[in-house]
């Protein structure tokens, strides 16, 4: 049976853990946060390619579906600014990512891939159990950055640390992890 209602009300009824609500309010809303989406990757030149429907589902997800449960949104301008913001946080952490890859030494899939492209697996799941024992928040913030995707704000969220500590669990974490597998 296909909840029905008013934007705001599915929004409300969403939150309170009505997961019928939940489509509802993205079939709803599915049009205008497409065209919104649309917009974004038009003018964000460097997203040849980037699909605007991946990209408002994605944001649907991480922002409404997502991490910070304690948030609430209030009405439907409400819903459509955070996805919208969501939305700028995704292509603005692809562009960052970009970037990097032009400076930054490779993941660690990647220079596992060169250095020891037989073992890659085992290693790495062998490597990431230790890890886990000796420093579980560190296992928690490669396992939400590398194997989630996460931003560093939303790591941030999850793990309860600062940014600037989350990126420095992750940074000791990658280099104990390289150490580990080599």
Do not use: C
């Not at 459509?80 to 946080?89: H, K, L």
């Amino acid at each position: 049976m296909a909840a029905t209602g008013s934007l705001t009300e599915l929004i409300r009824r969403m939150q309170d853990g009505d997961r019928e609500a939940a489509g509802s309010v993205f079939a709803q809303a599915a049009g205008r946060l497409r065209a919104m989406s649309k917009a974004m990757v038009a003018r964000d030149t460097p997203t040849a390619g980037f699909n605007a429907s991946d990209l408002v589902q994605e944001a649907f997800a991480r922002k409404v579906l997502g991490l910070d449960r304690r948030m609430r949104i209030n009405d439907s301008s409400h819903f459509f600014s955070v996805v919208a913001n969501g939305m700028r946080q995704i292509l603005t952490d692809r562009a960052r990512g970009r970037r990097a890859q032009k400076r930054q030494m490779p993941s660690l899939q990647e220079w596992l891939e060169i250095h020891r492209p037989n073992r890659l697996r085992g290693d790495l799941v062998r490597a990431m159990q230790k890890l886990e024992r000796l420093d579980p928040t560190a296992h928690r913030v490669v396992q939400l950055k590398n194997d989630h995707g996460l931003t560093w704000d939303e790591v941030s969220m999850a793990t309860g640390l600062q940014v600037k500590a989350a990126r420095a669990e992750f940074e000791y974490a990658i280099h104990w992890l390289r150490r580990e597998i080599a």
